[in-house]
């Protein structure tokens, strides 16, 4: 097993650029399934909705996908799932639902934010009045 960057991930999801995609794809041939790391999707996600503009529901959906491809294997799925569930019950960014679900699965929680979406979620305490 090889791990995989977001730069990678993002050429086998999309095959934009097809010299890269084939390259992504050669690499995840010979080492798969390919690791991804949280920071990996957090970035991913990031990536997909700031600069492709994915819609919550195709993003949360290829997100899910990766989760049952059998290419690659996700850091803790379980931490993974329960922030795609968050996503979906939320209007917090895929990122911010990581990193509660991360909070959550080590007993750290309440998490304290600004953020007013993620604020919204169990486990979270928003503080101050000008959040966003």
Known sequence: M?????????RLLLDDD???ARAARSFQRAHAPLFVSHVVLAELAWVLASGYRFPRQRLGALL???L?????ALQEPNV???????HRASTAEFSD?????IAQ????TPLGTFDRSLG???GVQRLGRRAR
């Not at 049952?68 to 690659?72: A, I, L, N, P, W």
């Not at 639902?97 to 679900?101: D, E, F, G, H, R």
């Not at 699965?105 to 750290?108: D, H, I, L, Y």
């Open 64 to 66: 899910e996908m990766l």
């Open 97 to 101: 639902c990581l990193i509660l679900a």
């Open 80 to 86: 993974v799932q329960a922030a795609l569930a968050h």
């Open 68 to 72: 049952d491809t059998d290419g690659f």
């Open 18 to 20: 097809p010299e890269q």
């Open 2 to 10: 090889a791990a995989a960057d977001t730069n990678v991930l993002l």
């Open 120 to 122: 919204r979620l169990a």
């Open 105 to 108: 699965s080590a007993a750290a």
